[in-house]
């Protein structure tokens, strides 16, 4: 099994950057896909990306296509998520997690890291 930490988020305006980390712990990481989620107050969580152990499989929803980058490091145990051209409605704890297969269904996912906060002001 695996345990994500995230970190990297904090306070950005909007049009800015932030770069997400993600680092599992456990020797099997290379075997898991990874996500990213996103859950803003008084919001369910949702699909932001995903990625396959091989890094060959990458998945976006439509709020963040072409403005977020999902990546990942298989020597380092690492995941991450650059996320530019931010707007005020992405603001949400993000969360990593790990599953045995991509996918965009947090369901589908059996490891969770603890999340870190991302706010946009405007």
């Known amino acids: 099994q695996v345990q994500p930490v995230e970190s990297g988020g904090g306070l950005v305006q909007a049009g800015g950057s932030l770069r997400l980390s993600c680092a599992a712990s456990?020797?099997?990481?290379?075997?898991?896909?990874m996500g990213w989620f996103r859950q803003a107050p008084g919001r369910e969580r949702e699909f932001v990306a995903a990625?396959?152990?091989?890094?060959?499989?990458?998945y976006y929803a439509d709020s963040v296509k072409g403005r977020f980058t999902i990546s990942r490091d298989n020597a380092k145990n690492s995941v991450y998520l650059q996320m530019d051209s931010l707007n005020p409605e992405d603001t949400a704890v993000y969360y990593c997690?790990?599953?045995?297969?991509?996918?965009?269904?947090?369901?589908?996912?059996?490891?969770w890291g603890q999340g870190t906060q991302v706010t946009v002001s405007s």
């Open positions: 990625i396959s152990w091989s890094g060959l499989g990458i």
């Open positions: 997690a790990a599953g045995d297969s991509v996918a965009t269904h947090d369901y589908e996912y059996h490891y």
């Open positions: 456990g020797r099997t990481f290379r075997n898991y896909a």
